[in-house]
Nanobody
Framework: VQLVESGGGLVQTGGSLRLSCTAS????????MRWFRQAPGKQRELVAQ???????DYADSAKGRFTISRDNAKNTVYLQMNSLKPEDTAVYSC????????WGKGTLVTVSS
């Protein structure tokens, strides 16, 4: 199983980014997918998740600003992030559980004030 994230970068406060995570080695449509983030010096936290059926859930910090979605034809899960704040600065990683936990290497998001 391989998860590869992309789409991170440097953005100003109030800006937007769309992260992508493409999976291989699994029947993607069968698995729930999650986005986590870890800021410097802080614990990793769950940002958003989407079930195989398309149900979504968000951390309070992400509600109203972030949208998780998936394209099963492309084996890809997305995280659309709007109204970004400096406190959103972190490495964002995608995750799935397929008998064990699998993680991508992450993509860095930096929000400047």
């Amino acid at each position: 199983v391989q998860l590869v994230e992309s789409g991170g970068g440097l953005v100003q406060t109030g800006g937007s980014l769309r992260l992508s995570c493409t999976a291989s080695g699994i029947i993607f449509r069968l698995y729930d997918m999650r986005w986590f983030r870890q800021a410097p010096g802080k614990q990793r936290e769950l940002v958003a998740q989407i079930t195989s059926g398309g149900a979504t859930d968000y951390a309070d910090s992400a509600k109203g600003r972030f949208t998780i979605s998936r394209d099963n034809a492309k084996n890809t899960v997305y995280l659309q992030m709007n109204s970004l704040k400096p406190e959103d600065t972190a490495v964002y990683s995608c995750n799935t559980w397929a008998g064990m936990g699998y993680w991508g290497k992450g993509t860095l998001v930096t929000v400047s004030s």
